[in-house]
């Protein structure tokens, strides 16, 4: 990375990189915009918490998230509860667009960057890393996992006065999966990527 | 970090790819699309037709915003009647249930928010197009935020989703998506994707 002419994606500006100390951030001087940021160790990194975040994807959808109780009747929901029940009642435009953003969004940003990072850590770059890398990276504005937790935070509050609302295993996945995810952009390198590919 | 003596990647003759950001020379004008060396994404100067395509999104958006407002987003059938909620309503009926904090919330994120996307990228689209050089970093700084806080509109959708799921115990009470809830998330991805589309290296282009 040193020395390496940058363009600003902002404003276009042109800045030579330097290196960084540990945890430093580098900024365009003219807009202020990130260019890049100091991430040691950034493979290794990303990589575990990648597949950290793909098993917890696994038990996300595989247990119940919620359960509601008013007398005796108990009516339980996965994250794909919502998804097949909008379908049910024929909303198919938003039954589509929840299950995109919700589940096969981020679902698919795991499972390529987990594609592309262990390769690349055992030291190989297959042809399809590249696309593969641009897909997944191209796909994060579409994860709304995060959104998706709000949302199910205030239904929670708007039910709890009418009905016992129990949390399930898979809600605490689901929140820990949202953190790691976090985790993987703020680890997660590109330039350190792309690098690689070029030494390749 | 050194700016290398306030060039532009365009004046240098350079392009910077949008998927790798690795800098290229711009090809020659007759030789068609190239693409980057390194990662094969199609190189291109600047966003394509980034100010058409983001007046026509939020085109879009501004003609959804009625329906999406105006039609009810969900129905809940109680023991007690059936009532059909629109956005609005469902924040009014959160005001007089004394959840207040969660009125707010929904109110600014699927209210508030789409309608200032909408200000803003049409103030941006304006700015540019006028070659106005006013306060460029601010309007840049606009622009991020746009980009940052779009998705949280989507929070809404994501309530009735929760409540379709949860609420149908069929003899005591059942709630059913209605049209509005496309409406409104067609308003939210409309306004995602002119934030996509528009190019903040607009704002800078231009330097008399």
Known sequence: ?200 | MRAARQVTADAAGLVDCSACHLLVRRPAADAGHAFCPRCGAALRRRKPGSIARTWAFLATAVLLYAPAMALPIMETATLSGVRQDTIMSGVIYLMTSGMWPLAAIVFFASVVVPALKVVALTFLLVSVQRGSAWRRRDRTRLYRINEAVGRWSMVDIYVVTVLVALVRLRALALIEARPGAIFFAAVVVSTMFAAMSFDPRLIWDNQE
């Open chain 1, 1 to 200: 990375m040193k020395g390496t002419l940058l363009a600003c994606h902002e404003c276009d500006l042109l800045h030579r990189a330097r290196p960084l100390p540990e945890g430093g951030t580098a900024r365009c001087t003219r807009c202020g915009a990130l260019l890049y940021r100091s991430r040691r160790g950034s493979l290794d990194r990303s990589l575990a918490l990648t597949l950290a975040g793909l098993i917890l994807f696994a038990v996300a959808n595989a247990f119940p998230l919620l359960s509601m109780r008013v007398e005796a009747n108990v009516q339980e929901a996965t994250l794909l509860s919502g998804v097949v029940q909008l379908w049910d009642q024929e909303a198919f435009g938003l039954s589509a667009l929840v299950l995109a953003t919700s589940i096969l969004a981020p679902l698919a940003k795991l499972l390529l960057l987990a594609a592309v990072l262990l390769p690349l850590r055992l030291g190989r770059t297959p042809a399809y890393v590249a696309p593969a890398f641009r897909l997944a990276l191209g796909l994060q504005p579409w994860a709304m996992m995060e959104v998706f937790m709000l949302g199910i935070m205030v239904a929670m509050v708007k039910l709890a006065d009418t009905a016992d609302i129990l949390p399930g295993p898979a809600l605490y996945a689901f929140a820990l999966l949202i953190l790691v995810l976090a985790g993987v952009s703020s680890a997660l390198d590109p330039h350190a990527v792309w690098d690689r590919l070029e030494t390749a």
